[in-house]
């Protein structure tokens, strides 16, 4: 991925100057260790913090390290005060964890009593507003806390990816789709930059690239990776010149930011005067980590990027499309294990998701489109659709959005593609999520999400819960096992 951030992360111990700073010292250097062996990069600094003044020298290593990522690790005690202080004054995401006492046989001068110490830091973390990352269980050995470091590794992306990004979008967002139109004011509360342009804009840059001459290799890019899906070869250079376009819009106006997503326009008047569905090119955008959103979907295309950070993989945005026919559930049983008919349902769109993440996919029109913009005829500006069933394995559904009165609020929710032939068009698949009925009723409705839902290709549900607590967001929905009931859940049924 060419637009995500490359976490450096660098582990500081601190001690308490009653304990003995070996204890601190020997611990930090077993987890480095960890890392090394479990192929995780962490940068060791030597300082070890027991008073302000240590702050100011692991400062100042972290900065010549170029640490972007801080784990601050409390090998005993730790000294609440400077500790909580270096989280403070670093300008990166914060992961605080804690060693566990190692052996029965050092008890007396070895027992560094660290479970204690979260407490006290804890509690001065909340006296200075920081949020850290601090795991569900913060104590370990030395591979334990390894391994909390690899879930902040991805944690850290996705806050150091929205600190420098910007969303650009095209066109107002269109009546039909009201429920992606949500105020942008908490954009800049997370510290990302948004440009809206005009639809004329992205027009006139489009005719600007007419005869641009890097068309045939774009084209001759297209060719190799729809392979025999190239059903409508002759709308690839319209195709090619529509990528250059956003590529260079890209290139010229991501001004102070570092990465950046789009959140596009698409229909119905895109394709009477592009003459064409950009479906195929924005497939191709989520599959370099740079999501396209469709529909103007501002918040979804933020969505998607950071899935794109929480997992280094391409990402999708879908509707939260259809049932599940009753006689497909009967018929797909010996595929379906043991989820009801209500915990399935169908994503779909109508073109945009990467080749990779299909299992097959082919050039193709879009059918609704079709029908409003040109029926009874061969498609000809309703081409550019990449469909096909998408691959069958874990997934993740996600989305964070705002309020109408400014409020972010998020979901999560885990589960899987199954491997069954939706038989219908666009990019489509048969998704299972466990108690998928009455998250529905009692998540996204009653919640009033929109029908766009990001979809990351793994179970990520840890990182993404832990992300957005990170960034202050107290209302993260999720699909709550049966014995559980939501807030306004009729108990009777």
Not at 148 to 153: A, G, P, Q, Y
Not at 355 to 375: F, V
């Amino acid at each position: 991925m060419h637009n995500t951030p490359k976490v450096k992360p660098g582990i500081v111990a601190v001690s308490r100057d009653c304990f003995p700073i070996t204890i601190s010292e020997k611990r930090r250097e077993a987890v480095v260790k960890a890392c090394s062996e479990k192929g995780i990069l962490v940068t060791e600094i030597k300082t070890i913090v027991e008073s302000e003044k240590d702050v100011l020298k692991a400062l100042k290593e972290l900065e010549e390290a170029g640490i972007n990522a801080l784990i601050v690790y409390l090998g005993n005690f730790g000294p609440e005060g400077p500790e909580t202080m270096l989280a403070q004054k670093f300008d990166g995401p914060c992961m605080f964890a804690a060693a566990a006492e190692e052996t029965v046989e050092n008890l007396v001068q070895g027992r560094g009593d660290a479970f204690c110490g979260m407490l006290s830091a804890s509690y001065n973390l909340g006296l200075r507003n920081i949020k850290p990352y601090i795991p569900e269980y913060p104590m370990g050995t030395a591979d334990e806390v390894a391994e909390m470091i690899r879930d902040f590794e991805n944690i850290a992306r996705v806050i150091l990816g929205l600190k420098h990004l910007k969303i650009i979008s095209f066109g107002p967002r269109p009546q039909d789709f009201l429920a992606c139109n949500a105020p942008i004011k908490p954009l800049y509360d997370l510290g990302i930059e948004i440009m809206e342009n005009s639809e004329l804009d992205l027009f006139e840059s489009f005719n600007n690239h007419k005869d641009d001459p890097r068309i045939p290799e774009v084209v001759s890019e297209m060719e190799q990776e729809l392979s025999n899906g190239n059903q409508y070869p002759g709308i690839l250079p319209k195709l090619a010149q529509y990528e250059l376009t956003l590529r260079d819009w890209m290139e010229k106006h991501i001004g102070a930011s570092r990465y950046a997503v789009f959140a596009n326009k698409c229909w119905p008047a895109f394709q009477t005067q592009f003459g064409f569905v950009p479906c195929y090119v924005n497939s191709r955008f989520a599959a370099r980590g740079i999501p396209i959103a469709c529909e103007t979907d501002i918040y979804g295309a933020l969505s998607e990027y950071i899935i794109t950070c929480a997992t280094e993989l391409p990402s999708t945005l879908l509707d939260i499309n259809n049932t599940v026919p009753k006689d497909m559930y009967e018929e797909s049983k010996d595929r379906i294990s043991d989820y009801k008919l209500s915990d399935l349902f169908m994503g779909f769109h109508c073109g945009n998701t990467a080749g990779a993440c299909m299992k097959a996919c082919s050039m193709k029109y879009q059918l609704i489109m079709h029908r409003l913009l040109e029926p009874e005829k061969e498609p000809d500006i309703t081409r550019g659709t990449l469909e096909g069933a998408i691959r069958p394995g874990d997934i993740t559904l996600f989305r964070l959005q705002s309020t109408a009165d400014c409020r972010l609020k998020s979901y999560v929710a885990e589960g899987e593609v199954l491997d069954i032939d939706p038989r219908s068009f666009g990019c489509i698949g048969v998704f299972a999520v466990r108690e998928m009925a009455r998250f529905y009723r009692h998540v996204l409705i009653a919640q009033h999400f929109p029908h766009h839902t990001a979809v990351a290709f793994k179970h990520a549900g840890k990182i993404l819960f832990a992300s957005m607590k990170m960034l202050g967001i107290e209302d993260v929905g999720f699909n709550l096992p049966a014995s559980m009931l939501y807030k306004d859940e009729n108990p009777f049924g």
